[in-house]
């Protein structure tokens, strides 16, 4: 075996690095999940938790960090309401800068949750099902017009004044709360919703990265300025085709030299499946080689570690509300509840007063009839 080979199989021997980071990332989330429960359930029995609410929990409000980047475009501060929010989402944006669509494919829980119902989807087809291109474009652009119309209205229509009231307003204040009882007490509206979701992710492949999620279309469109990218030597290529069928971005990896394709969410699927040696890379311009997974699971994890270890050094990563804000608000809103159910439905109270008004009815006719 030459250099050359040598270096392909330790490539490919590689290639369980990316589980490994997406495992390590959804080991944290699962960590902060169960910490803002202890934190959420001591708060609803009504008692000041022992737990701190972790901040991480933040990187779930991207409307709030938009307008928080917006915040901090004109103020140059970071709002002390979820200025984690607004460190991870710097970060995650950076990440497109430097590795495309990466962190879909490295960090997100979603992405690795749609990783498997792909699988799935393969199982149960035995192929690949994804709309024609005549249905595949236009469904593709739906991702970007949420992505846009949440940019548009907060960081183009959004007055100045109106940034400052959001950001601490009792509805952003408490978002993440908020968020916690959409799950925990979801209404039958949002879980079927949910269960359609569900269904359209087995039936038709990739659907949810591929056609909804707005954060990922804002990374595509950022990482159009990407460093690194796939690039194919095509005098090398043998014209195999198993690059393609691993993609799934459906990125025609044979017409390239270059992907600059947003949908490429760096996932190495392709060089991992190329037989030849040196034909297919993640490239980057200061590296003479194209880099191997692990490089990609050091840049990740280095671009985390180094931003939240920032943010924290400069007190910008746990925010300023007090417990008892938090223990107010729960009890606030388990009023607000309480007054709702006690309050009698409309319906009820129109059917009751018709009731009356008919006993009324009968009542006077009886009296009439008794009269000699
Ligand atoms: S398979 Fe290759 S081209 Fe396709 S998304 Fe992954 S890295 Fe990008
Ligand atoms: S897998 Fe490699 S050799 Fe085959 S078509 Fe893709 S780039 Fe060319």
Known sequence: MNKKQARHKRLKDQSGIRVGIQITFLLLVICIGIQFYLF??????????????PPGVEAFLPISALVSAKHFLYTGTINNVHPAGLVLFFIICFTALIAKRGFCSWVCPIGLLTEHVNKLHCKIFNRRLSPPSWIDYP????????????????VFRMPVQSIERFIQSPYN???????????????????????????????????????????????????????????????????????????????????KRKIHSPECSACL?????????DVLGF???FLEKSASPAVLAIVFLVLFMTGISTARL?????NDIPKKAYLGYVQQQNHVQLRKTRRIDPEKLEKMKEMIRRMQRQKSKNSNSQLP
């Open 173 to 255: 204040r408490f978002a993440d709360i908020k968020m916690f009882s959409f799950f925990t007490d979801m209404s039958s509206t949002a879980f079927m919703v949910l269960l359609f979701l569900a269904v359209l992710s087995i039936l038709i492949h990739n659907f949810w990265c591929r056609y909804l999620c707005p954060y990922g279309a804002l990374l595509g469109v950022i990482s159009f300025a990407s460093a690194g990218r796939i690039k194919r030597n095509p005098a090398r290529c043998l014209d195999c085709g198993k690059c393609e069928k691993q993609c799934p971005g459906l990125i025609k990896i044979r017409r």
């Open 283 to 285: 490239s980057f311009p």
């Open 139 to 154: 469904m593709r652009s739906v991702k970007y017009l949420l992505a846009g119309f949440f940019i548009y209205q907060i």
């Open 314 to 318: 400069y007190g910008v990563w746990q």
């Open 269 to 277: 699927s392709c060089v991992n499946n190329c037989p030849e040696n």
């Open 40 to 53: 959420v359930s001591s708060i609803e029995s009504g008692a000041l938790p022992e737990v701190k609410r």
